[in-house]
């Protein structure tokens, strides 16, 4: 369910009837918009606009009346019929002037929409005519002159001339009714594709969280392993060598990829932006411990090593996870992806060592090398390793139209540790 879904979810939800209604009547009228939304959630867009006419039609609840006409307005929105989108919405403005939605939430050519039946709704309410322009004040006429010029005979009086009829007053106009073209939504319906996803990617990740499970556990423990195989180089070098001190500069840096296969489900289908995704991933992790270590001896001699050894597992997962589109019919749509993952975990430790043993005028070289599964490596240095490597995913994405129902997508989050993540998808 998209985030979309739950705002209208929010919306449509069922109120008490207001006093002097038929409960009963409301109640069916109730149970009507709820079936409208289930439908409306499955993208099945005529069915769900059948009963929200009859919700509408059998209301007396502003309220209800409210959520069915929202509900017709999105229907048809999605339908690509918009004098059905605005019309229902007007209907809205009518019994619920005060209503605002999100932009967050709806396409743009929506909230365009909604923002147009405002504009309409609010030019028909009382009050808002224009004035009327004031009506001109005539002009003084001067003196009629006598005729004949005789004294005391009145003057022959003038024609009337025709009252003047103030002008009407100018029409208010009207904003203009937005005209969609289909590009104006971004992609078509047929673009976008249906319920169903299928997709790659590669990924590249710094294991961190492996690294801090294993780091200081492991520089301590594999720390005196190394200790325990100098001394046996050197004793076979020179017998009675008794330890003085042992000093290490060892640490841990971590890598790794992963290429997988999803599968993804859009509940909502074409108009969906919730999906739910099921993953399986084939990574590579690698945890490399290199440094140097010193033994000295009670007799003064040394032995020192530069040291190189690793943990290497290639878990094979099984994820899933959530993702929210913010928007829906864009071309370019952001997303957030959140989920968890299981893997067993079995690898291999190796380590490499070369130096030198140095008593006096003897110098010797040192060298080894060992290799062996992480069962037996915990056994010999007492060290409990997980059987189950856990992954959880945090990421944050965007996704671009390639083609009819192909898309690319780049991501970048929390995949046990920072990753970095490129794949190609189809939907259908």
Request: charged share 20%; glycine share 10%.
């Amino acid at each position: 369910m998209g985030m979309a879904g739950f705002l209208v979810l929010a919306l449509l939800l069922p109120r008490p009837a207001a006093a002097g209604q038929a409960p009963g009547k409301e109640a069916n009228v109730e149970k009507l918009l709820a079936q409208g939304d289930a439908y409306y959630l499955k993208a099945e867009y005529k069915l769900a606009v059948g009963c929200y006419l009859e919700a509408s039609a059998l209301s007396q609840s502003r309220m209800n009346l409210s959520k069915a006409n929202f509900g017709l307005s999105l229907c048809y929105f999605y339908l690509r019929d918009t004098p059905s989108t605005i019309k229902y919405l007007k209907r809205v403005m009518d019994v619920d002037p005060q209503k605002e939605i999100s932009p967050l939430f709806y396409p743009a050519p929506f909230i365009q929409l909604f923002q147009q039946a405002q504009l309409e709704a609010a030019g028909a309410r009382p009050g808002t005519e224009a004035v009327s322009a004031p009506k001109p004040v005539p002009s003084k006429t001067e003196p009629e002159k006598k005729s004949g010029g005789e004294a005391g005979q009145s003057a022959t009086p003038p024609a009337e001339e025709p009252k003047k009829t103030p002008p009407a007053a100018a029409p208010k106009p009207q904003p203009e009714r937005p005209v969609f073209k289909p590009d104006d939504f971004g992609i078509t319906d047929e673009e976008k594709g249906g319920h169903w996803e299928i997709g790659a990617h590669y990924s590249w990740w710094s294991v961190n969280l492996l690294k801090g499970i294993f780091e200081s556990k492991l520089t301590e423990e594999l720390g005196k392993s190394i200790q325990n195989e100098i001394v046996k180089q050197s004793g076979m070098i020179q017998a009675g060598l008794v330890k003085l001190s042992y000093t290490q500069t060892l640490g841990f840096d971590s890598s790794g990829t992963n290429t997988g296969l999803e599968i993804r489900y859009y509940s909502r289908g074409r108009a969906g932006t919730f999906s739910l995704g099921l993953g399986f991933e084939q990574s590579y992790m690698k945890l490399v411990l290199s440094g140097t270590a010193r033994q000295d001896y009670l007799s003064g001699s040394t032995a020192s090593i530069d040291v190189n050894s690793n943990i290497a597992v290639s878990p094979f997962s099984t994820h899933v996870n959530f993702r929210w589109e913010l928007g829906a019919n864009q071309r370019l749509t952001p997303f957030i992806t959140v989920g968890v993952g299981f893997a067993p975990l079995t690898g291999t430790y190796s380590y490499t060592y070369t130096g030198t043993y140095k008593a006096g005028s003897i110098e010797q070289s040192l060298s080894g090398s060992k290799e062996e599964t992480l069962d037996v490596l915990g056994k010999e240095i007492d060290f409990m390793f997980p059987s189950i490597l856990v992954v959880f995913q945090l990421d944050f994405g965007l996704k671009a139209e390639l083609a009819k129902g192909l898309f690319l997508s780049g991501e970048a989050g929390v995949w046990d540790g920072f990753m970095l993540r490129g794949g190609l998808a189809y939907r259908f």
